[in-house]
């Protein structure tokens, strides 16, 4: 099980929220780039990264500090947050980032999300976060009506190949991952599923290791101390 350490950007600082309230925004770092570095030095291949602001205004607002940490280090960098267009995913994918993640359109402009597949094929990402099983749209400020199984299974029909899933009543909280719909998840789509929220031991990670996840976002639990990279690391392997 792969662990992608997450650095989640908003106005330009490396902040946490608690449950995807943006009045709960915490600094949780002071150099975006030094943390990234970091992360590469405790033995990570992967990163999550997320434009909070983007994903509140839907556009592109922090591409810079994502292109300046691909271009500066070795890892590979899974963006999310605002991309709404082809013009972003290939904005991104042509400067370094391995992989976009698709959220809101997923659910309000699916056609995006199977032409980008068509173009980028594995590149192509999409993100479900769900409140109570429903699906939460534009920065997790609207809730839809559509169940986070069924747009899974859809995004899997259209050609996708990974999926994150966070449940957002855990994401911040470090209360431990919702094992239970992530399990249904993974046994709903053959798609890879990547547990995002709520990881707080290196228990949670054993546990999602053992649902047979393909990956585990971990966030809150590294800025607090709760274990280092490397052992999160180790427990997925």
């Known amino acids: 099980m ?19 309230d943006y009045s709960t925004a915490s600094k949780v770092a002071d150099s975006p780039l030094e943390t990234a570095r970091r992360f590469e030095m405790e033995g990570a291949a992967f990163l999550h990264m997320v434009d909070l602001n983007g994903a509140k205004e839907a556009k592109r607002v922090n591409g810079p500090i994502f292109e300046e940490i691909a271009a500066k280090t070795s890892l590979k960098i899974q963006v999310g947050g605002g991309i709404r267009s ?3 995913c ?11 993640i698709l959220g809101s359109v997923a659910v309000k402009n699916p056609t995006l999300v199977i032409e980008a597949v068509k173009q980028y094929g594995e590149r192509i990402v999409v993100g479900i976060d769900a409140r109570e099983g429903k699906v939460a749209c534009e920065g997790w400020l609207d809730t839809s009506d559509v169940n986070y199984i069924e747009l899974a299974k859809k995004m899997e029909s259209v050609g996708v190949k990974t999926i994150v899933f966070t449940d957002i009543s855990r994401d911040g909280t470090l209360s431990g991952p919702n094992l239970e719909q ?6 709903a ?44 690391i180790a427990a997925g392997r």
């Open 2 to 20: 792969i662990i992608f350490p997450a650095i989640d950007i908003y106005d330009g600082q490396c902040v946490r929220l608690y449950k995807g």
């Open 86 to 88: 082809l013009e972003t």
């Open 90 to 100: 290939e904005y991104y994918l042509n400067r370094g980032i391995s992989r976009v």
């Open 182 to 187: 992530l399990n249904a998840m993974n046994k």
């Open 189 to 232: 789509v053959s798609c890879d599923v990547i547990a995002s929220g709520g990881v707080s031991s290196l228990e949670d990670l054993k546990a999602l290791k053992e649902l047979e996840l393909y990956g585990a976002i971990c966030g809150k639990s590294l800025y607090s101390g709760a274990f280092r990279l490397s052992e999160a």
